[in-house]
């Protein structure tokens, strides 16, 4: 339960004012349209990709996954459209399951864009 709450607590300031300067050297959004929860249950990581964007407005979303460990390095990338939402609900677009081992490091970085050309990232990392 405590891991769950510090990943969760780490997304959000990543999402929010605590983010910094990605690899391209833009700021990203700090409002919270588009994010990632990842819940852990023993070895298994839970990635959700959830959006909140304005009603009406759709966007596409790019989400990559990077494991490296004692088994190796696997990485997995995967994309798709984000539905114009009929209200400013949260929408959960994808989910993903990863399996961990001691050693190993998760990597994960989202990024939408929306309809409007609005860019919006999340990153999660942790060392198992």
Do not use: C, H
């Amino acid at each position: 339960m405590k891991q769950i709450f510090l990943a969760i607590a780490t997304l959000i300031l990543s999402a929010t004012g605590g983010a910094t300067e990605d690899s391209a050297g833009e700021n990203p959004q700090t409002s919270r349209k588009a994010w990632i929860e990842v819940t852990e249950a023993g070895s298994l990581v839970t990635i959700k990709v959830i959006s909140e964007l304005d009603a009406g407005t759709g966007g596409t979303y790019r989400l990559e996954v990077t494991k490296a460990g004692p088994s190796g390095r696997n990485v997995n990338r995967q994309s798709g459209m984000l539905r114009p939402a009929g209200s400013d609900a949260e929408q959960v677009s994808s989910v993903s399951r990863v399996s961990v081992e001691k050693g190993a490091t998760l990597k994960v970085l989202l990024t939408v864009e929306d309809d409007a050309g609005q860019v919006y990232e999340d990153r999660f990392s942790k060392s198992y």
